[in-house]
């Protein structure tokens, strides 16, 4: 196997920008149309995890076109009171899409709060009920990172059907939809935790492999099979001797990439897909409030104008 030239590095950032300018036509016709959409994201207490998250999620969504508000709240904010200010979003119609960035604080019941949001404006996808349409095979709207690792297969040209692909994790919110994606595409899955017996023997059968564990370098060249496509989902900070800080993945990539026939970089890979595949929810969940608006209104109108 030639070791991957740098071609062979399944980066984000094209991917990203392709799905960010159908957003920006979709959204600029959107709002030509009166329907101008807007994301509304919601931290709680002082998450320094997710600040370049939040970052890209405001530049990405200006650039396509998409107002972004942040809603910062205390950590000593109660669950009702956060309950409360969600149902107010849900209820305004000039807010489109509703997410919640991780973690909230430990006294704060994430299920509950995002079950809290109405599943039209769940443009994460993590609402009971959109988990559900995922196990129906309804994908449109799939929790973004699981989309996104999916979308950077795809992008690999490889045909998922029959495809035997290793999910290694199982959270509800990165590796349990990635799975349900996968066996909605046809391919053949199994999720590996942390109760597994031996993960380096299920990863080394897999044609295309997931990772998202959150601990750094987890997989090594001698757990992949060679040609493999490796996505790498983790994003972990690491410090440097010099006292800087750096991000890393769940793949010891400096080694897998000699392996694998496909890459995932980070940063650089995953990444800018889950932000562009946000915004893209959002579109979905606009033209679904179109609909129910059309729906509610537009019938009335037709019968008047029957009359
Ligand atoms: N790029 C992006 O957009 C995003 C990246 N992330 C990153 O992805 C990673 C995972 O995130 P998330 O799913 O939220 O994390 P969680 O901590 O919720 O889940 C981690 C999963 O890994 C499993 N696990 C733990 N140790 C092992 C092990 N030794 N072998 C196999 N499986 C193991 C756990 O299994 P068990 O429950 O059985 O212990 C669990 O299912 C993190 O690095 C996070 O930062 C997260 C969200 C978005
Ligand atoms: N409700 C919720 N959903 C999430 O999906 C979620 C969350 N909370 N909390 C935090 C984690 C982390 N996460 C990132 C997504 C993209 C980048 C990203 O765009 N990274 C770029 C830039 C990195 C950089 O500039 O250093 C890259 O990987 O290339 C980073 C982090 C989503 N998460």
């Known amino acids: 196997m030639p070791p991957l030239d740098d071609n062979r590095y399944l980066k984000g950032g094209p991917v990203a920008a392709r799905i960010i300018a159908e957003v920006r036509a979709a959204a600029q016709k959107a709002t030509e149309e009166g329907f101008r959409p807007k994301l509304v994201s919601i931290t709680v207490g002082d998450v320094a995890a997710v600040d370049v998250y939040v970052r890209n999620q405001r530049a990405k969504a200006e650039l396509a076109g998409i107002d972004f508000e942040e809603r910062p709240f205390p950590a000593e904010l109660t669950a009702g009171e956060l309950e409360a200010a969600i149902h107010g979003m849900n209820a305004d119609p000039r807010i489109t899409g509703i997410i919640i960035q991780r973690p909230v604080p430990p006294h704060i019941p994430i299920k509950a709060i995002q079950a809290a949001v109405h599943p039209l404006k769940d443009v994460e996808g993590m609402h009971p009920a959109s988990i559900g349409n995922i196990v129906y095979n309804q994908l449109e709207l799939a929790p973004c990172t699981a989309a996104a690792s999916v979308e950077l297969l795809k992008a690999t040209g490889l045909d998922l059907k029959g495809l035997e692909v290793v999910v290694v994790g199982h959270s509800e919110i990165v590796g349990k939809p990635i799975a349900f994606l996968l066996m909605s595409e046809g391919a053949t899955v199994t999720v590996c935790h942390h109760m597994t017996r031996s993960l380096a023997a299920h990863a080394r059968r897999a044609d295309a492999l997931f990772v998202a564990v959150g601990k750094p370098r987890l997989i090594k060249a001698d757990m992949v099979k060679p040609g493999a496509a490796v996505i790498d989902i983790g994003i972990n900070a690491e410090t440097l001797p010099d ?10 990539t400096e080694s897998v ?7 995932t970089p980070v940063p650089g890979g995953v990444g800018p897909v889950t932000v562009a595949i946000l915004l893209r929810n959002t579109m979905v969940a606009l033209n679904r409030q179109r609909a129910v608006y059309r729906a509610t209104f537009g019938t009335a109108e037709a019968t008047l104008a029957a009359e």
């Open 257 to 263: 990439k000699e392996v694998a026939s496909w890459i």
């Open 243 to 252: 006292g800087s800080s750096r991000i890393v993945g769940d793949v010891d």
